[in-house]
């Protein structure tokens, strides 16, 4: 039997967050606390995905989800990637890095869904695009629940008559890459409630609320607007048990950091993380392009981060950034719950 959401014994979800954040020990404490905690697929190997999850059933016998980067082709140009390489040369050189070379990647897709399919996790979620009918029902097979992120009514219309069993609508708040499955559109900025009060009227299935929350308020607000459950990423970042390096956790509670923007300049992607001098510089001449942006830039982030440097990386943030703390995933979960039961 698949997991019904509304089952759960604290409607909160863990946010999937590749790149990092998202840990065994991460997802284990949020669906051990009664949420459901999720493991993280974009940017691993298909075999790393594996251990991941099998890492993660080892901590817990609770429900778990998995998230997927559904692939899509690049809206890469190669003049414009040329013109932005030249342009990053500065910021590589004072790091000692290289560009790196652009390459097709998929992100693993087909393995990774056959990862799903045999480790059977309760629950699978994608971003960037809705999985085939035909995937959708292979996974519903397997007894997994499938989840879509959406960021429009237009794009809930669609993962709807896909067969997506639930969705995950993702307001403009959020922090990290947005779910748009166009990656040329510039992500909608229609708030999170009204987004969701017009998708919740409109369909049946399930809804998950996600962007900006980080309060028992917050939560109980989308779950009042119809939302069987609320999922949070940036409120776990601080998290004990998150993966979040060590820039980016100061960054977060360093009061020079005063905003987040929505930027291409790392990924070739939209995304919101907390503004600083690489958004600054490059936030208005990057091109779009994932994951060619993404792949070129990567050395050149990590070598900030080695060097200790918040300027040089990307900093992904939600707009509630200001409000998260630290402490156990536990006591998060509980905090964000708070009067929801
Ligand atoms: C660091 C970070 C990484 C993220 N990585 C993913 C991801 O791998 N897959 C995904 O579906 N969403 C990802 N997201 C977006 C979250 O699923 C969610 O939409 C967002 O965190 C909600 O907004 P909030 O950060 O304000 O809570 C990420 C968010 C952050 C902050």
């Avoid at 085939?132 to 794009?155: C, K, N, Q």
């Avoid at 997506?164 to 959020?174: F, I, K, R, S, T």
């Avoid at 999170?192 to 998708?199: G, H, N, Q, R």
């Avoid at 993404?294 to 992904?316: E, F, S, Y």
Wanted: hydrophobic share 45%.
């Amino acid at each position: 039997m698949p997991l019904h959401l509304q089952d759960l014994a604290i409607p909160i979800l863990g946010a999937p967050m590749a790149g990092g954040p998202s840990t065994p020990a991460l997802a284990a404490a949020v669906s051990d606390a009664g949420g459901l905690g999720f493991v993280a697929a974009g940017y691993l190997t298909a075999d790393k995905f594996a251990e991941v999850i099998a890492g993660t059933r080892a901590l817990t016998s609770a429900p778990i989800g998995v998230n997927l980067f559904v692939p899509q082709p690049s809206a890469a140009n190669a003049d414009e990637l040329e013109r932005y390489r030249d342009r990053l040369a500065p910021l590589a050189d004072h790091y000692g890095a290289e560009i790196a070379r652009p390459h097709p990647d998929d992100d693993a897709w087909q393995s990774k869904i056959d990862v799903v399919a045999d480790t059977a996790p309760e629950v699978a979620s994608f971003t960037f695009g809705c999985p085939t009918p035909e995937i959708i029902a292979r996974l519903r097979d397997r007894g997994v629940l499938v989840a879509v992120t959406v960021t429009s009514p237009d794009e809930a219309a669609a993962a709807v008559a896909a067969g997506a069993d639930a969705l995950v609508v993702q307001g403009p708040e959020a922090g990290g890459h947005r779910g748009t499955f166009d990656p040329v559109v510039r992500p909608g900025d229609e708030p999170l409630d009204s987004l969701l009060s017009a998708i919740v009227a409109a369909h049946d299935v399930p809804v998950i609320a996600a962007g900006g929350l980080s309060s028992a308020a917050d939560v109980r607000r989308v779950l009042h607007g119809g939302a069987v459950a609320a999922q949070a990423g940036t409120a776990f970042l601080l998290a004990e048990e998150a993966g979040t390096n060590a820039v980016h956790r100061g960054a977060l509670t360093d009061r020079n950091f005063t905003e987040t923007v929505v930027t291409r300049a790392f990924s070739g992607r939209y995304a919101r993380g907390l503004a600083n001098d690489f958004t600054a510089r490059y936030d208005d001449v990057a091109p779009l392009g994932y994951p060619d942006v993404n792949q070129m830039t990567g050395p050149l982030r990590r070598a900030a981060v080695a060097a200790g440097d918040p300027h040089g990386t990307n900093l992904w943030a939600g707009t509630a950034w200001r409000e998260i703390s630290g402490g156990s995933a536990a006591d998060i979960v509980a905090a964000l719950a708070e009067g929801t039961r």
